[in-house]
């Protein structure tokens, strides 16, 4: 399946949140998975050191991202000035209108570098469309489903979403639902916690 809206470009800068590339890992592809993206994948200081918190209790991912730093397929970039007020914006205030540090630091240097942000949150993605109209917005499953990875995962393209789907509970947003259950079949989607289940009608 090709998604057209996906940066194609290697001048493309994509800032990764911390649950995409908890995701990410989840599938057991992680470097095949950015290295057929094409595009110059970045992580906040803030975002990795969100991850480095959950290796206290036992999680492998800061350990998988450094790894990728070191071959430079990924790259832990500092929040640069221009990124301050926007960062300062959405940390500060009601809880509503708010989002935990590396949510915020990921938008906002997405938004000062004029790159993409690609975040899985429900609340962040609301957050955005309503007060950064022109940030470019993708999801982990929107990179999952771009004919790229497609190509280079072959036949265990769709083990990697399952994988996703239960290792990480990765979130899916309502427009890409249904491909990504045509992709797992239906008998893995009715199984995936992460998903909404149909709802099967009476006879």
Do not use: W
Request: glycine share 6%; net charge negative; proline share 4%.
């Amino acid at each position: 399946m090709t998604l057209s809206r996906f940066p194609t470009s290697p001048a493309d800068i994509i800032v990764a949140d911390a649950s995409v590339l908890i995701n990410l890992n989840a599938t057991g592809h992680f470097e095949a998975i950015v290295r057929a993206s094409v595009c110059t994948f970045q992580v906040t200081q803030n975002a990795f050191d969100e991850l480095k918190r959950g290796s206290r209790n036992g999680h492998a991912d800061a350990s998988a991202v450094e790894a990728l730093t070191q071959i430079g397929l990924i790259t832990v970039v500092a929040l640069i000035n221009t990124a301050e007020p926007v960062y300062r914006s959405l940390i500060e205030g009601p809880a509503s209108e708010t989002l935990d540090d590396g949510e915020a630091a990921t938008i906002a240097q997405a938004h000062a570098i004029s790159g993409v942000a690609l975040i899985d949150e429900k609340k962040a993605s609301r957050l955005c469309v309503g007060r950064f109209p022109d940030l470019t917005l993708r999801s982990t499953a929107e990179l999952l489903l771009d004919n790229r990875i497609s190509a280079a995962l072959g036949a265990l393209h769709a083990d990697a979403v399952l994988m996703a789907l239960t290792g990480a509970r990765m979130n899916v947003h309502p427009e890409h639902l249904d491909a990504i259950r045509r992709l797992i079949g239906e008998e893995n989607a009715s199984r995936c916690r992460s998903l909404p289940q149909r709802q099967i009608r009476p006879q």
